[in-house]
DNA sequence: GTGGTCTAGACCACC
DNA sequence: GTGGTCTAGACCACA
């Protein structure tokens, strides 16, 4: 996999992205356990201790749990994802909007492109 | 001021973009006259070579033209504007649908946001 | 090697017609590697950002491309050679014909000349 | 008028050139009067003493011949200036056809362009 | 080692 | 003063 990471952010902070938009998006289900912080890492290509502070992050967020000897797991709250899935689509979206703007589309006519793309 | 360059793509390109913006949004309407590249580079604080290229690329798509002595202006030709417009509009609307893809959001239920945002 | 550029056009113009020669001729194949930047600037007796530029040229005209580590190719595609072939020799036969006209010969003198090149 | 001067060549060996051409094209008929020196000087924008030198070499050529005080002529010498217009003719076809065979066409392919063209 | 970018500073033609 | 070209030399990512 090609984590493709840019350089415009921390990199514990582009794994937390992604990572939530693995549960978002339902490639990690609820109550799925999570690989181990060490091969996480590994296969990100990122040092276990980055990869240890994106899962804390996640952690803080609530979207993940540890249990202290079995490993991290997706939480089984689900409106806790849905919450999360739609806050992450908010954003999308208002950017999406703030640069519409700057190019001096305002909803009508960003409606107008979307029925021409059809 | 700061210009606030990422690294994630040469300052070159992030001139022309930003550039091209302040045309297609009109905040540098047809016909108007650029600042000398000498000072356009200084106010942008990078290197008058720099601001050159991007400048020539800009030439290179139409919406710029230099006049040898006078100085460099923004096209009159309002149709190319508004093509760019388009394309750039086109472009952000293409990484929005993918990222609210990636995120499991089909059309419907990106109308449905769209909605509940009013 | 004398590459003698004459002062009528920038060197890097000339540096784009000539390799384009090669290109077009045969003389570098589609699918060749070409020397590195810093090679042909060296053989060339320019400096090494002259010649990139001639060469980014190429690019953008779709003659040339080129792959990060590895170097800068000539083309495969046969089509795009050809078209070029055929767009500098219009060119050349164009100003031909306009440097005769000139000379006061039709299209019917210019015939005889060539029969009595013969 | 625009004299465009090239700077590949000494300025006098253009001033030739053109006053060549506008004998062999008509334009300075045979036994024409030329305008004096200091005006031809003036209209091309050079030094009399350059005008001067391309006199000079066209009466060396005998396309021109001066009376003490009636001024410069045209030659009458219809042979001599039809020589002349083929001399320019050959050379031009001699150009063309090289930079032809440069770009990898035979006769045969030339004969296809013009057709192509037409 | 490759291409690519950026800076610094020079010189030129044009008017 | 304007745009345009050129050189010299640095640094970077990639593999």
Redesign the interface.
Known sequence: MDWGF???LPIYSQLVEKIK?GI???ALPPGARLASVRDMAMEAGVNPNTMQRALQELEREGLVYSQRTAGRFVTEDVKVIEDM??T???G??ES?LQ??K????DRE??IA??KE?E
Chains 1, 2, 3, 4 share one sequence.
């Open positions: 840019r350089n415009d938009l978002v998006s339902g899935k739609k992450l689509a908010k999308q979206l999406f640069a519409m700057e190019l001096g589309y006519g960003i492109l979307l793309d």
